[in-house]
């Protein structure tokens, strides 16, 4: 769990406060609330991860798709990266291919473990 105090006063809130911010080079600028996100669905999957500290195991994840998240946002021909920032203090840069975007098509989501 992240320990940032900006993340614990957003805990402590049920995340009432929580926005997602996307912005840059899309078409479609957006700021979603945890319930605007709730109203966009949510996709759930079991996947493989391998994580950079060393470790692997299999989970069921939920919550909003990247490929939605596309969707919405349209990213400019001019867009080459997706950047993520985690409250965990990680980030996250994957690049934007053609078929990514004409199909947006991909695993990741903007999600937690499903409990």
Request: charged share 25%.
């Amino acid at each position: 769990m992240p320990e940032r105090e900006d993340w614990l006063q957003l805990a402590a809130g049920n995340f009432e406060e929580f926005r997602l911010r996307v912005g840059g080079l899309v078409e479609n600028p957006v700021e979603w609330s945890i319930e605007d996100l709730r109203a966009l669905g949510k996709d759930e999957f079991i996947t493989m991860h391998h994580c950079i500290q060393g470790w692997s195991g299999i989970a069921q994840w939920g919550g909003l798709s990247i490929k939605k998240l596309i969707e919405h946002v349209k990213p400019k021909p001019s867009a080459r990266v997706i950047a993520f920032h985690s409250f965990g203090g990680h980030s996250m840069e994957e690049r934007i291919t053609t078929r990514r975007t004409s199909t947006a098509r991909s695993s990741r989501s903007v999600c937690s473990p499903t409990r």
